[in-house]
T-cell receptor
Framework: AQKITQTQPGMFVQEKEAVTLDCTYD???????LFWYKQPSSGEMIFLIYQGSYDQQNATEGRYSLNFQKARKSANLVISASQLGDSAMYFCAMREIGGSARQLTFGSGTQLTVLP | EAQVTQNPRYLITVTGKKLTVTCSQN?????MSWYRQDPGLGLRQIYYSMNVEVTDKGDVPEGYKVSRKEKRNFPLILESPSPNQTSLYFCASRGLGGTQYFGPGTRLLVL
């Protein structure tokens, strides 16, 4: 069974500083994908970054990077140079590639607030 | 523009009155899903579809129906809505092995 854990219900960061949002996962499937989504107050779900379980390097997308530690089963999101517009809820999610074609399993989210 | 659309975006209804939330994607994606989002619970999958005429239950299917008669459309049907189905609903789609993209969400209030 899949499980995603986000242990930080809320985080604060000063504008222009970096912040790390934690995510740990549990799966018995050796082939899986990890995703981060951003949900601003307007409600839409915005895809940020993807990491495959066999990817050798950590994924990066602009100011977003994913600190993937496979042995520890963690996939933390790092946001560099935080901006006020980064204030939002952030969800970590996982999809097992093998087995059934079921879709994403989500964590409970982290509410990030960027302070001016 | 590649997108997933949902309608309506906001809906207030009463217990027992059948409703349908439409979902459409223009990316020729095989996989489509419905999720509901509730405070403290994150997103939970209701139903998913791997292709036309192929659907299966997710984690919380009770009280919902879906159909996939065309590749681009995946409507969510609530035959007899109840107040515990008040939620924020998302439709999503993805291609083979691809990233999942979400619609804008539908806020449903069942009185």
């Amino acid at each position: 069974a899949q499980k995603i854990t986000q242990t930080q219900p809320g985080m604060f960061v000063q504008e222009k500083e970096a912040v790390t949002l934690d995510c740990t996962y549990d799966t018995s499937d050796p082939s899986y994908g990890l995703f981060w989504y951003k949900q601003p107050s307007s409600g839409e779900m915005i895809f940020l970054i993807y990491q495959g379980s066999y990817d050798q390097q950590n994924a990066t997308e602009g100011r977003y990077s994913l600190n993937f530690q496979k042995a520890r089963k963690s996939a933390n999101l790092v946001i560099s140079a935080s901006q006020l517009g980064d204030s939002a809820m952030y969800f970590c999610a996982m999809r097992e590639i093998g087995g059934s074609a079921r879709q994403l399993t989500f964590g409970s989210g982290t509410q990030l607030t960027v302070l001016p | 523009e590649a997108q997933v659309t949902q309608n309506p975006r906001y809906l207030i209804t009463v217990t027992g009155k059948k409703l349908t939330v439409t979902c459409s994607q223009n990316m020729n994606h095989e996989y489509m899903s419905w999720y509901r989002q509730d405070p403290g619970l994150g997103l939970r999958q209701i139903y998913y579809s791997m292709n036309v005429e192929v659907t299966d239950k997710g984690d919380v299917p009770e009280g919902y129906k879906v159909s996939r008669k065309e590749k681009r459309n995946f409507p969510l049907i609530l035959e007899s809505p109840s107040p515990n189905q008040t939620s924020l609903y998302f439709c999503a789609s993805r291609g083979l092995g691809g990233t999942q993209y979400f619609g804008p969400g539908t806020r449903l209030l069942v009185l």
